[in-house]
């Protein structure tokens, strides 16, 4: 029987943002090791990284929208108006927060792990945002409100302005996408995997931009499919995530 494996990059807002996920190592011999095959991928943020590993979107491709999605975030607002903070806790109720600011101009940015959830939109709200969630989550003794230094309210409804643009760029790109090969990477969108279309790829790396990123259930996706979870890059912030789940993590910190 063929074992799996998955390779991914890792990242939370605790964590120095990392390069492209590679290939889990397999026990068998090389010539008969399928890992290049059977391998799922996993990036955060907008996932670019995992397509280009799993040779979904090639690498000169990935730079050129990095840099125009990029640009088009900068210019989505005025400087100073938006922020994000990191909601820290045990057992976080993603939905709980969420409503506990839905009338607010802050919105679910990431729902990282049950420790970590993370909220994004205009600075003036944040405030009361932090006060509302003090008095839901005030039984919690771990309970922190981590304002984060960036320039911008990422994966907000304030960047939905450039989500057109950016369709645009990646319509330009659109012809070498692989979206067959994309079946392995899992969706910040939607929380699993891609569907393999080529419109449904570009419309969900379009839509990330100001949706949520549902990193929690990547990784509950991808222990779905692997039986080893490989964290490429700097830190090892999913070690006792993955462990808490009762699936392995091995972490390489360079290649």
Avoid at 79 to 99: C, E, F, P, W, Y
Avoid at 134 to 145: M, Q, T, V
Wanted: positive net charge; aromatic residues 6%.
């Amino acid at each position: 029987r063929e074992r799996r494996c998955a390779a991914r990059g890792a990242s939370s807002c605790r964590s120095t943002r990392l390069g492209a996920a590679g290939v889990g190592r397999c026990a068998r011999p090389r010539e008969r090791c399928c890992c290049a095959r059977l391998c799922w991928h996993s990036g955060a943020r907008s996932g670019r990284t995992a397509l280009v590993a799993a040779a979904a979107l090639p690498f000169a491709d990935a730079m050129k929208t990095v840099n125009i999605r990029g640009s088009l975030m900068q210019q989505a607002n005025p400087k100073g108006t938006g922020s994000m903070a990191a909601v820290i806790g045990q057992n976080l109720d993603a939905h709980l927060i969420r409503n506990s600011i839905q009338d607010l101009s802050i919105d679910v940015a990431n729902i990282n792990s049950a420790e970590q959830v993370v909220i994004s939109g205009r600075s003036d709200a944040m405030e009361a945002a932090e006060n509302r969630l003090r008095a839901a989550f005030g039984n919690d003794p771990g309970f922190r409100f981590v304002p984060l230094n960036v320039s911008a309210p990422f994966h907000s409804r304030f960047m939905a302005c450039i989500r057109d643009a950016f369709r645009d760029a990646l319509h330009q790109i659109a012809e070498r996408l692989n979206p067959e090969k994309a079946r392995r990477v899992t969706s910040n969108v939607t929380g699993g995997f891609h569907g393999g279309r080529k419109d449904g790829l570009i419309e969900a790396l379009t839509a990330q931009i100001s949706q949520s990123v549902r990193w929690r259930e990547n990784m509950q996706a991808l222990t779905e499919r692997a039986a080893v979870i490989f964290e490429i890059g700097p830190h090892r912030p999913l070690r006792n995530f993955f462990a808490g789940m009762g699936v392995t993590c091995r972490s390489v910190p360079r290649m």
